[in-house]
Nanobody, 127 residues
């Protein structure tokens, strides 16, 4: 069973940084697609960043481009989301999701491609 597990959330001030981690349930990140999504209260779940291992491709939402970086540690089966210069609008529950299929930088944004989801980790940014 594939069950991603997120960690690293917390409460910070605007301008601070956080690093989220997603343990990919024993799967090597080189062989899967890992996506980070977030959901704020009253809003739909939205794509934040993704990493397609087989294509060695990353993708970012416009709202986080230049501030967030997705990376992987294959030896630890872990994918990270480094979040810098956090803003109040980044406040949300952040989910890690895994797709066992091959995705592109465009298709990885579609949450319907992900069958395996973590429980989420809360990120709260205060001004």
């Amino acid at each position: 069973q594939v069950q991603p597990v997120e960690s690293g959330g917390g409460s910070v001030q605007a301008g601070d940084s956080l690093r989220l981690a997603c343990n990919a349930s024993g799967r090597n990140p080189r062989t899967i697609t890992v996506g980070w999504f977030r959901q704020a209260p009253g809003k739909e779940r939205e794509f934040v960043a993704g990493l397609s291992g087989l294509r060695d491709t990353t993708g970012y939402a416009d709202a986080v481009k230049g501030r967030f970086t997705i990376s992987r540690d294959n030896a630890k089966n872990t994918v990270y989301l480094q979040m810098n210069n956090l803003k109040a609008e980044d406040t949300a529950l952040y989910y890690c999701a895994i797709s066992l299929g091959v995705t592109t930088a465009q298709s990885m944004r579609d949450r319907r491609l992900y069958r395996h989801w973590g429980q989420g980790t809360q990120v709260t940014v205060s001004t």
